[in-house]
């Protein structure tokens, strides 16, 4: 069983940048993959970008080249630095940790991108 909690959400203005991150309650595996999806009122949760454990990276079409994400296996985290953000952005940020056994999520933390 694992726990995972995100942090780094806020309110900002649109170009500009926040960094989420998210840490895992204990230690995982070494066969994972980590991530982040979103969801915005009235629409399904979308991927945002993952990261294997192997470091193989994953990105949205429509945050490539402004969102990264990165980890560390050593402390069990994921962030996901942002920047040049759009007001398209808003939503609600969920880390993903997905096992073979399956999927756990954080509680999400609300980022809101202003015009």
């Known amino acids: 069983q694992v726990q995972l909690v995100e942090s780094g959400g806020g309110l900002v203005q649109a170009g500009g940048s926040l960094t989420l991150s998210c840490a895992a309650s204990?230690?995982?595996?070494?066969?994972?993959?980590m991530g982040w999806y979103r969801q915005a009122p009235g629409k399904q949760r979308e991927l945002v970008a993952t990261?294997?454990?192997?470091?193989?990276?994953n990105y949205a079409d429509s945050v490539k080249g402004r969102f990264t994400i990165s980890r560390d296996n050593a402390k069990n985290t994921v962030s996901l630095q942002m920047n040049s953000l759009k007001p398209e952005d808003t939503a609600v940020y969920y880390c993903?940790?997905?096992?073979?056994?399956?999927?756990?999520w954080g509680q999400g933390t609300q980022v809101t991108v202003s015009s």
């Open positions: 990261i294997s454990s192997g470091g193989s990276t």
């Open positions: 993903n940790l997905r096992v073979l056994v399956g999927d756990y």
């Open positions: 204990r230690s995982i595996g070494s066969i994972n993959v």
